[in-house]
């Protein structure tokens, strides 16, 4: 298989989304569009996991196609890691199954073939998942309740940064903000190859308003196709449906 890029929107939030259109119906568009829907909850300490502001992290997720988790806060930096590399694995199986579909005939998938083969292919997956371009924009809610969430949500970020930098394939991120000073969605970092300047960023954000997820999530599908991030970026032999924002 072709090595491709990899789209990836990572949504960091404690809440239920209360503007606009709704982001089940948004993150299914992105998913459509090869860009994978991520959503990482956060809980406050003693708030019950099954609390109903929070079913919307999985259905999101579900619908982008992607990798749902509820987390505190203390957790969130291993968290973010294992969400972003899960919805990777998951995403290039998804790919392969597609491939052996062609191959083995329409309902075929990984799970259909023997042990020995399935372990065959999982190594080629694992090693796709090395190699690949990997794009993630991450959406990071500022409504009010998340202020003393900010400090821990920034250390999760330059930790997935520095756990990346292994790989052989190229990394890229952005980080956008909702709901935004003026929009209700705001950059914070443009597209670049490593975190490290969010730690002078991410002093100076405030928290508060509404929580506009789901125009946020449609916004965030428009910036993967930004020039910006084509000059940065030389999309060769992609994997189609892989690259197509």
Known sequence: MKKGTLKQILLITDGCSNKGEDPVAVASIAQQQGITVNVIGILDDGHAEQDESLQEVEDIALSGGGVSQLVYKQSLSQTVQSVTKQAMTQTMQGFVNKELEQI???????????????GEIMEVVEDMGETCDLEVLVLVDTSASMYDK????????????????ARI????FAIYRFPGKRKQME???????????ISSIFPKLTSGGVTPTGPAIREAMYQFGKKSLRRGFKYEDEQPGMEEA
């Open 104 to 118: 083995l005939g329409k309902g075929q998938s990984m799970e259909d073939l023997e042990p020995e083969k399935r």
């Open 150 to 165: 900010l400090p821990t949500v920034k250390e999760a970020l330059m930790d997935l940064s520095i756990s990346l930098n």
């Open 169 to 172: 394939g190229r990394n890229r």
């Open 187 to 197: 950059r914070i970092l443009d597209w670049s190859p490593a975190l490290d300047s």
